[in-house]
């Protein structure tokens, strides 16, 4: 005979003969990392990035290469420190007193480069600086463009033979005063006079002076093509860059404006002699004033430095196809 043993009673019994059901097996995860743990082992990590976006943004301060190279990427620093700031908030607040450090030198080091406002005052003079970029056939079109604009006096910068001869045939009816030295030219509404030809240290001229005998007081103005920045050269823009200082602090002109392509960043160290005798224009449209490159702008190396004026409005605008937008400084009366 087969079956449970006598007064035994089965699983089936107990559950009046119906067979029980499985019993649900539960399954568990792996136990969560404590937040106190996420937190220590993001700090580190943000520790060290605030540190070394310290010490690039120190070296902004450093004259040559090392400078040049902070000082063009000093803006995008405060997007990396912001980050890592928001990451911080999130992740690791204790270090939040250790970001501070980096995010007030950061600070510090663009304060010069920061918007500011025009001074009010209705405009008496419209001055406009674009480099249009040789060989690029755009220089009649970037001339018709900021001649369409109401500009009182056009500065163009990087032309050669071709783009300087389109340029004048453009301008001719609508501004009959010019003057040309190099690579470098003028044309005004009003009348120019004693021009002279600036080499600023080189063996040739890529920089002019004149006079514009503007309706309420003459203005002395200079065009800059400063000497172009590849990796291990760039002694030559830092010389124009020194000699333009030199110049202007001889210069007794009460009214002083100076534009052109710079092919320095607005914190540049080497515009720092430059910065110690003229005003530089700060953009006036809530912008940091990029020009270049004029797809996308980056950095502003198209500048503007004034003395004795005030200045209504500082902006800047797309013309022809050149790769730099150009600057459009407004003087006030």
């Known amino acids: 005979m087969h079956g449970p043993p006598l007064g035994r009673r089965t699983d089936a019994d107990r559950d009046n003969g119906k067979p ?17 743990r996420t937190r220590r082992r ?8 605030g540190i070394v976006l310290l010490i690039a943004v120190v ?45 007030l030198v950061w600070v510090l080091a ?60 453009t301008l001719a ?4 005063h010019s003057y040309a ?27 002019l002076r004149v006079t514009v005998q503007a309706p309420e007081s003459a203005v002395e103005l200079y065009v800059v093509h400063a000497a172009s920045v590849r990796p291990g050269h760039q002694d030559g823009r830092d010389r124009m860059l020194a000699e333009m200082a030199r110049t202007v602090a001889d210069d ?12 320095a960043s607005s914190t540049d160290p080497a515009l720092a002699p430059l910065r110690s005798q003229l005003d530089w224009v700060r953009p006036t ?15 502003r190396i198209d500048q503007v430095f004034t003395r004795g004026v005030a200045v209504h409005s500082s902006t800047t605008e797309r013309a022809g196809n050149s790769d730099h937008l150009a600057t459009r400084t407004v003087l006030a009366r």
């Open 20 to 36: 029980r059901p499985e019993e649900p097996t539960i399954y568990t995860s792996p136990t969560p990392p404590r937040p106190r």
């Open 42 to 49: 993001a700090a580190r990590p943000l520790a060290i990035t």
């Open 59 to 103: 070296c902004t301060w450093v004259p040559g290469p090392v400078g040049t190279a902070g000082a063009a990427a000093l803006p995008w620093l405060g997007v990396a420190l912001a980050a890592v700031v928001l990451t911080a908030l999130v992740l690791a607040r204790r270090v939040l007193v250790l970001l501070l450090v980096p995010v």
């Open 110 to 169: 663009m304060a010069p480069a920061l918007p500011g406002a025009g001074a009010p005052g209705e405009q008496s003079l419209v001055v406009m600086s674009q480099n249009v970029r040789a060989q690029s056939g755009g220089a009649a079109a970037s001339a018709q463009e900021l001649a369409d604009s109401g500009a009182d006096v056009i500065a163009l910068v990087e032309l050669d033979g071709d783009s300087l001869a389109a340029a004048r045939e």
């Open 173 to 176: 009816a609508s501004y009959p």
């Open 181 to 207: 030295v190099g690579t470098v030219a003028i044309w005004s509404r009003y009348p120019l006079s004693h021009g002279e030809p600036l080499a600023l240290g080189l063996p040739w001229n890529r920089a």
């Open 252 to 263: 007794p002109a009460p009214s002083i404006v100076v534009v052109g392509d710079f092919n």
């Open 285 to 299: 449209d809530g912008s940091l004033g990029f020009t270049w490159p004029a797809s996308l702008p980056l950095a």
